[in-house]
């Protein structure tokens, strides 16, 4: 516990805390409000969300119990070889967006018309639309540097201690690609939101990080 508060801690000494713990928990409610939809529309989502949509539901348990369980395994491996890459933001990451995807979806089920998420025209419509937003919010979560989920924080221990020479585009790649193959051993299918996801995520990480830098944190 020591070792994870120290590792928190210093995020609250930064002059601009206030300013990125907002963007930082901006980006997280949109991911969880926006995988209620991408769940429901069933056209495909990010690799960790597919492997562990599959494996709560193999399992019985709510999407965010699973994603926080997983997290909180991981995280041991994070405090021992990844403490810097602990923040507020692996804390939110951790255990609001599976819990933020539950109760919208929950809430979807009891407000919303069903055709909504399962005729083609009105699934495909949200779809993009809430994968683009989905993609824009996971930009700005992972722009407001307040630390990564463990999930994201493995393939970065990866690259600093075993494959030390190896892109780490290479390595990230790899994991995903594993993490779905996880996911079909449960029984999920994977389909266009994931190849979708490895294509525009990085490019619009990169644009809105350069956005943020330029315009929010005066940093270029």
């Known amino acids: 516990m020591d070792r994870f508060l120290e590792a928190v801690k210093r995020y609250f000494k930064r002059p601009d805390f206030k300013k990125r713990f907002f963007i930082m928990m901006t980006g997280v409610f949109f991911m969880g409000f926006c995988l209620s939809f991408l769940i429901r529309v069933n056209f495909g989502t990010d690799p960790c969300t597919f492997m562990n949509l599959t494996i709560s539901r ?8 699973w994603q926080l369980t997983l997290n909180v395994i991981l995280m041991v491996l994070v405090l021992i070889w990844g403490r810097n890459y602990i ?40 779809f993009i639309l809430s994968f683009s937003l989905f993609v824009v919010s996971a930009a700005f979560y992972m722009n407001a540097d307040m630390g990564v989920a463990p999930y994201d924080a493995v393939p970065m221990m990866i690259k600093r201690y075993i494959l030390k020479k190896t892109p780490f585009a290479i390595i990230r790649i790899c994991f995903d690609y594993s993490v779905v193959l996880i996911g079909i051993l449960f029984g999920g299918r994977p389909n266009i939101g994931i190849i979708l996801m490895a294509l525009f995520l990085g490019p619009v990480i990169s644009a809105v990080g350069g956005f943020l830098n330029k315009k929010v944190f005066h940093l270029a």
């Open 58 to 65: 193999k399992l019985g348990i709510l999407f965010g119990t």
């Open 87 to 126: 923040g507020p933001g692996t804390i939110a990451n951790m255990v609001l967006i599976g819990y933020i995807a539950d109760f919208f979806g929950w809430l979807w089920d009891r407000v919303l018309p069903s055709e909504l998420f399962t005729d083609t025209t009105p699934r495909v419509i949200i």
